[in-house]
């Protein structure tokens, strides 16, 4: 191997001088093991992105090889949490010294868990997608997760002209005849009984929220049902019988707009007190071609943006 090879982003002159932002590689693979509060360390393979700035007006450029490299002890040698990400975005530092102050790294992965049956015992694999984004800007340390959890959303709109339509079949089936139990119960069994149905639709809660700068551990199993013991409706994993009445019957008594979802959502997350929250409700309407949206923020001084 050659002595003194040259290094262009140490020695050569910039084309043109001025700061930068952000500096850095996107979309690298990255499979790692990742550790959260009440599960046991998993292998996931995410796509990472990693940056620092450029505040050296003059430097040709950063060392893009020195980010890859910590990122691989990150991969290979240790497993991802609070503690080894910061070490990680210290190393971008340090490696930099001169040319930056910041660092910033972003996991992007989905996070599988294995889910209970609502009612038969049975479980399932179902993959939640996780973004973590951490960030050190001259010593301070931030963390933000994102999350999606999928449910079901039954329009009350139509659970209310589903149940006129069922009326109007009963009054017209009966037409003001004397009625005993046993014909009530029949007919409601029927095909002639449920006349209409509501509509419900594959939902999607997207939310992003700000964590303590000094956490010691994520803790995602529990963020993750918070909300879908708010929502009420999540989709399931493992399907038998018994479970799918059960997730009818839980759709028939938590009818919801996407409003009313984001509402739900919003007084949770208000309730955790994270330092920031970012929402957005996604309704995939089955009754019309586009869809049903709500955002919502904390609201904070230099905060998130709806």
Known sequence: MQSNMPDIADTAPALQTGKLDWVGMADIELPFIFESRDLAPIHVNAKARAFVNLHKEDAKGIHMSRLFLALDTLST???????????????FISSHEGLSDQAKIEFKFELPLRRKSLLSGKAGW?????????KIDRGVLSFELSLDVTYSSTC???????????????AEQFNGQALNHEQVLNWLGSTDGIVATPHSQRSIANVKVKLDSNISEFDILSLINTLENELKTPV??????????????LNGQNLMFCEDAARKIKAILEEAQYADYWLQINHYESL????????????????YQP
């Open 77 to 91: 040698e240790q497993h991802v949490n609070p503690k080894t990400i910061a070490q990680a975005l210290d190393s």
């Open 126 to 134: 179902k993959s939640y997608p996780l973004t973590i984004e951490a």
């Open 156 to 170: 009350p709109c139509s659970a209310a002209l589903a149940r006129q339509l069922i009326q109007q079949a009963f």
């Open 236 to 249: 399931q994993a493992a399907v038998k019988r018994e479970d799918e009445q059960e997730f009818a019957r």
């Open 288 to 303: 019309h071609a586009h869809d049903a949206v709500a955002i919502a923020v904390k609201g904070i001084d230099d905060g």
